[in-house]
């Protein structure tokens, strides 16, 4: 017998049974879900080669990031926090280790530096700076 599902709502292979549409575990069995990784188009992977005053998207929960020490009400010990800027950029600048960039957008207006070389924690604050990924965008705004 199939079970017509609602809307927001997906089915256990493993025990049949309903679950929310964005949990990662059955309720009812703890069967993992598979997630579909899917590529994001239009990603750029030699940054270098990027031209001045074209716009990119900053893809969120990539960047810096720091490991949660303590227990709060927000966070949890060992749960990522991310540090960097999200949204769409002008590329203003380059130098050997990201890309100086000005918002496109009214949220997120100003300067920034994008951060795009390897990998590493910084000693003095316990940030790791990982590089942006980041993806080409046609911009239609004001700004």
């Not at 899917?38 to 969120?60: A, C, F, H, M």
């Not at 749960?79 to 997120?108: H, P, R, S, Y």
């Amino acid at each position: 017998m199939k079970v017509k599902l609602k809307r927001g709502q997906k089915l256990c292979k493993k025990c049949n049974s309903v679950n929310a549409a964005r949990s990662k575990k059955c309720k009812y069995c703890l069967n993992d879900f598979i997630s579909k990784n899917i590529p994001i188009k239009n990603e750029i992977t030699d940054w270098r080669n990027i031209e001045l005053g074209s716009y990119i998207k900053v893809i969120q929960g990539t960047g810096p990031y720091f490991i949660c020490t303590k227990d709060s009400e927000d966070t949890k010990i060992g749960e990522k926090i991310c540090m960097g800027d999200t949204g769409v950029f002008k590329i203003v600048g380059k130098d050997q280790n990201g890309l100086k960039v000005n918002g496109a957008l009214n949220k997120n207006a100003g300067f920034s530096y994008l951060y795009m070389g390897l990998p590493k924690k910084s000693k003095n604050t316990g940030i790791y700076w990982e590089p942006y990924r980041i993806k080409k965008v046609k911009f239609k705004g004001k700004r």
